[in-house]
């Protein structure tokens, strides 16, 4: 063999996918499915050394870290396709903002129902008075109109106000940031919080930097 026909050329060099990209996506998924699969077998089965002493914060915690993981590379998505021109890694970003979502509706629920057995009053006053909370609430809210309008449909109604709204992404990034980095003001401990802010410290100066190039 020693040419190739211009209509057989490898997908991802005609800007389509690139052909393992279904396999890496369906990867991505399960893998994201693995933090919850951990908590409900540790917690139904006892597997992994069951829930540990206190369930509630292993949960709050566990779920608050997936959505900052899982926003964070929903944010890498764009600098990456950038970086090696497969365009196809878009297809990627929906289903990770997505996911990043997924685990907030469980972190904020288990907040709602284990930390304030839906005691409305409470919660209240909760918000107005913690501000790593009032954060927390704030990036949680800021994500909901991002999932309301992923689909394929509202992309297409939207247009071009689609990307300005889903420019959002970047403050619930920062919300979320703020409520971490709260959360842990009051036990002096930055350890962990420092490598999430400058995740996303870089990739919102990527998209500062990407989008002054372009004027
Ligand atoms: C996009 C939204 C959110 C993200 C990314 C997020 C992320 C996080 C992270 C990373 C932690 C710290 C985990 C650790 O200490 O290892 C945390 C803790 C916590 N979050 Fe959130 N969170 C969000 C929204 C919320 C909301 C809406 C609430 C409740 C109103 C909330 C309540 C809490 C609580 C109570 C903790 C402390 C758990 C503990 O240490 O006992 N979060 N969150």
Known sequence: MTATRAGAAPAARRGGPPPWLPALKALLFVAALLPLARLVLAGTLDWFGGLGANPIELVTRSTGTWTLVLLVASLAVTPLRRATGLNGLVRLRRMLGLFAFF?????????????????????????????????????????????????????????????????????????????????????????????????????????????????
Request: aromatic letters at 16%; zero cysteines.
């Open 103 to 215: 685990y907030a509706v469980l972190h904020f629920t288990t907040y709602l129902w284990f930390d304030q057995w839906f005691d409305v009053q409470a919660i209240v006053k909760d918000v107005i008075k913690r501000p790593f909370i009032t954060m927390g609430v704030v990036a949680f809210v800021l994500m909901m109109p991002l999932a309301a309008t992923s689909t394929d449909a509202m992309v297409r109604r939207l247009g071009r106000r689609w990307s300005t709204l889903h420019r959002l992404v970047y403050a619930v990034a920062v919300a979320a940031i703020l409520h971490y980095w709260w959360h842990k003001a009051g036990k002096n401990d930055f350890s962990e919080v420092g490598w999430y802010a400058a995740a996303v410290a870089l990739l919102l100066g990527w998209r500062v930097f990407d989008r002054l190039r372009a004027r």
